[in-house]
């Protein structure tokens, strides 16, 4: 599916070729919290890095978050980089060199009509604001950190893999 996005004030568009369009996965870490607003849930769709297209590119911004380990204090960098508007804070898409044939837009900046899952995974749970309140649905799946499915083997499992225009 093509899908196309923007920042809220339109300074920055961008296209890119999604295989798995829907926009399931609902993490609530305080790095997708705290950058993207609200409960979070912004690694939750998958595209073809090599197809992105990007217009107004001097607006994007870059942040690689770090993660403190809470009982030794250790500090790691995130391998994730996030993008974002540098012009009103639009939070874009992620990227991750440990998977550089994928891109992962914010469901929260796609334009385009996206499908509705048939069901959710709410992950990262364990740093889930108290203030957050969990909508599992009867089928969906909850996880303290990661799901035990990737976003392709859920698309995979529902059958409902590469929907093209």
Same mark, same amino acid.
């Given at each position: 599916?093509?899908?196309?996005?923007?920042?809220?004030?339109? =300074?920055?568009?961008? &296209?890119?070729? =999604?295989?798995?369009?829907?926009?399931?996965?609902?993490? *609530?870490? =305080?790095?997708?919290?705290?950058?993207?607003?609200?409960?979070? *849930?912004?690694?939750?769709?998958?595209?073809? *890095? /090599?197809?992105?297209?990007?217009?107004?590119?001097?607006?994007?911004?870059?942040?690689? %978050?770090?993660?403190?380990?809470?009982?030794?204090?250790?500090?790691?960098? /995130?391998?994730?980089?996030?993008?974002?508007?540098?012009?009103?804070? =639009?939070?874009?898409?992620?990227?991750?060199?440990?998977?550089?044939? #994928?891109?992962?837009?914010?469901? &929260?900046?796609?334009?385009?009509? #996206?499908?509705?899952? %048939?069901?959710?995974?709410?992950?990262?749970?364990?740093?889930?604001? %108290?203030?957050?309140?969990?909508?599992?649905?009867?089928?969906? $799946? $909850?996880?303290? #950190? *990661? %799901?035990?499915?990737?976003?392709?083997?859920?698309?995979?499992?529902?059958? #409902?893999?590469?929907?093209?225009?």
């Amino acid at each position: 599916m093509q899908l196309d996005g923007s920042c809220h004030c339109g =300074s920055v568009r961008f &296209s890119l070729h =999604s295989a798995h369009p829907y926009p399931f996965n609902l993490c *609530y870490c =305080s790095i997708c919290r705290k950058t993207a607003g609200g409960g979070g *849930y912004a690694i939750n769709l998958a595209g073809d *890095y /090599n197809t992105m297209q990007v217009l107004g590119h001097e607006h994007v911004g870059i942040y690689q %978050p770090t993660n403190i380990d809470a009982e030794t204090g250790k500090v790691e960098t /995130n391998e994730s980089i996030r993008h974002f508007c540098t012009r009103c804070g =639009s939070a874009l898409w992620i990227w991750d060199k440990r998977w550089p044939e #994928l891109v992962h837009p914010f469901a &929260s900046a796609i334009d385009s009509d #996206l499908p509705t899952p %048939p069901e959710h995974t709410h992950m990262m749970l364990q740093f889930k604001a %108290p203030w957050v309140e969990v909508h599992a649905g009867p089928h969906d $799946k $909850k996880f303290d #950190l *990661y %799901p035990d499915e990737s976003i392709a083997d859920w698309h995979k499992r529902l059958g #409902l893999e590469d929907h093209d225009d």
